[in-house]
DNA sequence: CTGATGACGGCGC
DNA sequence: TGCGCCGCCATCA
């Protein structure tokens, strides 16, 4: 491997955060952001996944902060992503999820100052 | 350039 | 838990 940082655009980054999700665990924007090493540009998380086609990415395993899914609920997309959620095991009651608590440190990579 | 928009998030009530 | 307000960011009209 290069000794040098990995290149990748914010949008590779974001991506290989949501290949990265195991079968069956969730994460919210925010912590994808952060593990992409963008903390607090879950909006533009939001967006790639809105944008991007690609095909096989777990998509449905990435929500909002509140352990809810983002979609308008009834919409197509809500419906969609709560059966591939429980199609994988995946505890989903009225469109919202149980998430594990999220680190001090995490926390606190959010808070700080860029 | 200005204002609106969105698969967000934190905080207050 | 629910709801509203505001901040943040990239994109678009």
Redesign the pocket.
Known sequence: MSPVAPPATPEQRILAAIRALPRGQVA????IALRAGLP????????I??HTGEAGLP??R?L???GRI??PAGSA?WEE?IRRLQAEGVQVH?G?VRLPP?EASLDAA?WAP?
């Open positions: 919210s924007y925010g912590v607090g540009r879950a909006r533009l998380v939001a967006r996944l809105g998509w449905h990435v909002r902060a509140d983002a979609f997309g992503q009225n919202r999220v959010l860029r």
